[in-house]
């Protein structure tokens, strides 16, 4: 009797654990969505600017920005990982923080002052166990994170490395591609090198020559068009990890219920297996007492 009992007992916890991860599944689910139509708006936004600076590139201008220039040595660089403030998401934080540590490593390897900067509580967490000293850390990008705040850093980013102080700005993260491909991710932001998208979107999409007239002149509109590249660039970052994040926390989810279901269907089997043996053991002192008194 007191095995079927801590069989029932521990039924019980598994059916509760069970209603967890489901609705943990099910807000997952909820918050995949609003996250991927942000994500698809801003990559729209991305793309078009990105569109209209290759364009300008591929006239004949001589583009000069700040923010366009290699250094001939890199002597300072920030790398900034983009984890999650929660777990509960698979192998999600793990990857982008393989790809950042690996990049941090690599950088002070060749002799780079590497400051680093870790977004999302679970990265803190990790680094800083790992006895990674962090610059700066940020744990109030949460599931929808705004304009305003990325814009804050994208600014401080810019004054940085336009009066000389960093050389190059390292970004990790979880890339977005489609509901069922996500890719982690390390890829230098400052300088800005290719103004024309991902390989895939130009094989994707050919660029065509448009003839422009520059209003009021090709460098003025290019002092306002570059730092909106690099901040609509950096928002998509932020804004892919957020929907990456979401779509490894439903499929953990939905993997943990359907392990749930199969632990309570294998529990049951064993209580019923348990019960039977009970019961004949019983019939069998009964009719043992019976022949007894015989």
């Known amino acids: 009797m007191a095995k079927a009992r801590a069989i029932i007992k521990r039924l019980r916890a598994v059916r509760n654990i069970r209603k967890i991860t489901?609705?943990?599944?099910?807000?997952?689910?909820?918050?995949f969505k609003r996250a991927?139509?942000?994500?698809?708006e801003a990559s729209a936004y991305t793309k078009k600017i990105n569109e209209i600076v290759a364009d300008l590139a591929q006239a004949d201008l001589k583009i000069e920005h700040p923010l366009l220039q290699q250094r001939d040595e890199v002597k300072n660089a920030i790398v900034l990982v983009i984890t999650a403030n929660r777990g509960l998401c698979g192998g999600y934080n793990a990857s982008v923080l393989r790809q950042g540590i690996s990049r941090v490593q690599e950088l002070r390897g060749s002799d780079v002052t590497t400051q680093v900067e870790v977004a999302g509580k679970r990265g803190i967490s990790v680094m800083g166990f790992q006895g990674y000293e962090l610059e700066r850390?940020?744990?109030?990008?949460?599931?929808?994170?705004?304009f305003e705040e990325v814009n804050e850093l994208a600014e401080r980013y810019i004054s940085e490395f336009t009066d000389g102080t960093i050389d190059r700005l390292d970004v990790a993260w979880?890339?977005?591609?489609?509901?069922?491909?996500?890719?982690?991710?390390?890829e230098t932001l400052l300088p800005i090198g290719n103004l024309q998208g991902s390989e895939e979107e130009q094989e994707a999409e050919p660029q065509a020559s448009v003839d422009y007239e520059f209003l009021p002149s090709a460098n003025e509109i290019l002092e306002e068009i570059v730092p909106a590249a690099f901040k609509a660039r950096l928002f998509?970052?932020?804004?892919?990890?957020?929907?990456s994040e979401q779509i490894f926390r439903m499929v953990a989810m939905k993997g943990a219920t359907e392990n749930a279901d199969e632990m309570i269907?294998?529990?049951?089997?064993?209580?019923?297996?348990?019960?039977?043996?009970?019961?004949?053991?019983?019939?069998?002192?009964?009719?043992?007492?019976?022949?007894?008194?015989?």
């Open 174 to 186: 979880m890339e977005f591609r489609t509901a069922s491909r996500q890719e982690a991710l390390v």
């Open 22 to 31: 489901r609705t943990m599944e099910l807000i997952a689910t909820a918050r």
């Open 265 to 294: 269907g294998a529990l049951k089997q064993r209580y019923n297996r348990a019960r039977q043996q009970q019961i004949t053991s019983e019939l069998a002192e009964i009719i043992g007492g019976a022949a007894a008194l015989e």
């Open 36 to 40: 991927m139509d942000r994500a698809t």
């Open 236 to 243: 998509k970052c932020f804004l892919d990890a957020a929907v």
């Open 137 to 146: 850390t940020y744990t109030h990008f949460e599931d929808k994170p705004s």
